[in-house]
């Protein structure tokens, strides 16, 4: 079909916008209808950086994923669909969250845990929240344990990490296209699901590691990170023991003390990590499980005179220079004899209570040799 411009009289067809001559706009054409952001749209771009794993993101239009200490996989929900969700205060998906965890816990006769406050899980969920990838490691290079000690830590970690939303690409075109309508979290359901998925979906998939996390008995609190948006979720649970130990740490004199509330203090170990840079997270950022570094030294009673103990090969022996344990424990040693270079040197106090031994800390010690 062909038109006649109204203003110059050039005839020209009816499909374009605009008279090509003059540029008056031509009425008659209509622009073309808002882009409603689809799951085939946000597969494709899922796909393009997982293509291992296109059979799982078929199943739903969003991308999740979830790390423990396990070596897991990521996985897939559904986001539920509908109106514009409200706007959720932080404080109120936090309690939500302990909620879910207490009600898991509840039901297969674990004691709940309390809600710790502690913001290494909540500075953990920023982190993933503006890089969009999910990592055990912070952009600083730290591990869990690091930054919660840096937060004031006394007790030990374990981590759970989360995600739902688009990948970072496809976030940014949600986020600035007009064109693209892109669907939208729901933060209440969503937390819901991701605790649903690591309890009840996680065998195959994760070995159950986050499930026994979650149900782990010598839990006793867990502070929770939660970061949303429109497009995007960053969820952090970060389980701790706090059995009544306290470290301190005056120059090289290291002290471990406290009521003890349940167990026997059975060994101190020492492990060594580099120092955390942003490199150390570019290394390691894509790995879905982290370890406790590398074992530096194990810290020994001592011993009465003319006995010795022989020397490890891998590792050092400090013997303490007091070691009072019990209901009250008090440690003292040096931790000079076991650092040799500038890192992190962690120490996990390892409980004895019937046949079971679980950590009590998980204590970061930094040393850079320019500091001092």
């Keep these: 079909m062909w038109i006649d411009c109204s203003a110059c009289g050039n005839q020209y067809g009816s499909f374009l916008s605009a008279c090509p001559m003059c540029g008056v706009p031509n009425n008659f054409v209509t622009a073309p209808p808002a882009k409603k952001k689809s799951a085939a749209d946000k597969i494709a771009a899922v796909a393009a950086i997982a293509l291992v794993a296109v059979a799982l993101f078929l199943l739903a239009p969003t991308l999740i994923g979830i790390l423990t200490q396990q070596d897991n996989p990521v996985i897939t929900i559904l986001q539920p669909q509908g109106q514009e969700p409200r706007t959720v205060p932080r404080e109120e998906l936090v309690q939500h969250a302990l909620d879910l965890i207490n009600k898991d816990r509840a039901e297969f006769g674990m004691p709940p845990v309390e809600l710790s406050a502690n913001q290494a899980a909540q500075a953990h969920a920023e982190d993933v929240f503006n890089t969009k990838l999910i990592s055990h490691w912070m952009t600083n290079g730290e591990k869990p344990y690091m930054t919660f000690t840096r937060y004031e830590g006394k007790g030990s970690v374990q981590q759970n990490v989360a995600i739902a939303g688009f990948s970072a690409e496809q976030y940014e075109e949600c986020r600035t296209n007009i064109l693209i309508d892109c669907e939208r979290i729901e933060p209440l359901s969503t937390i819901e699901e991701l605790e649903y998925e690591m309890m009840y979906k996680d065998k195959e998939c994760c070995n159950d590691g986050h499930r026994n ?160």
Excluded: C
């Design 213 to 372: 996390n979650i149900l782990n008995p010598r839990h006793t609190h867990v502070s929770i990170g939660i970061v949303y948006d429109r497009y995007y979720v960053a969820f952090v649970e970060n389980f701790e023991n706090n059995y009544g130990l306290d470290v301190s740490v005056n120059g090289g004199q290291v002290r471990i003390s406290g009521q003890l509330l349940e167990g026997e203090l059975e060994q101190i170990r020492i492990y060594y990590d580099e120092k955390p840079t942003r490199a150390i997270y570019d290394q390691n950022k894509h790995l879905l499980s982290y370890s406790a570094g590398e074992l530096a030294a194990t810290v020994v009673k001592p011993l009465p005179p003319g006995y010795y103990y022989e020397t490890p090969q891998g590792y050092t022996l400090v013997q303490a220079n007091r070691w009072v344990e019990g209901d009250s424990v008090n440690v003292m040693f040096n931790l000079a004899s076991a650092v040799e270079q500038d890192g992190v040197y962690t120490l996990f106090a390892v409980v004895k209570d019937g046949e079971e031994t679980f950590d009590a800390t998980s204590y970061s010690i930094f040393v850079d040799s320019q500091d001092s």
